[in-house]
């Protein structure tokens, strides 16, 4: 998967484009993805994600960075082997495009605030 656009609300992926917050695994996109709180991001939010078993897990936190990561959702991750990465979305898609290759990496990826 390659995220070819980016800008507040729209990302092209793959030649599609998306207006909702996606989440990218290796094989498809989800684009029905929502949060149990809009702007926090909790570890019942990303429970097909832990079963995906990505290597990496990329989280745009928007583009002001308005969505919160709080630190027991990193710390879940990372006891279950996955190496977190978050950032504002426009630089979660430039870790995504450099870093999936050669490992499983997932993006979740908020679009807006």
């Not at 006891?79 to 490992?103: D, H, M």
């Amino acid at each position: 998967m390659k995220i070819e656009y980016y800008s507040f609300g729209r990302i092209t992926i793959d030649g599609k484009t998306y207006t909702s917050d996606v989440i990218i695994y290796p094989e498809k996109v989800d684009s029905s993805w929502w949060r149990k709180e809009g702007h926090s991001l909790h570890i019942v939010d990303l429970t097909d994600v832990i079963n995906a078993r990505p290597e990496i897990l990329i989280v745009g936190t928007g583009h002001s960075g308005a969505m919160v990561v709080p630190g027991e959702t990193i710390s879940y991750l990372e006891s279950k082997g996955i190496e977190v990465y978050v950032a504002r979305t426009e630089k979660a898609v430039e870790l995504f495009n450099k870093l999936q290759k050669g490992r499983k990496v997932i993006a979740v990826l908020h679009l807006t605030c």
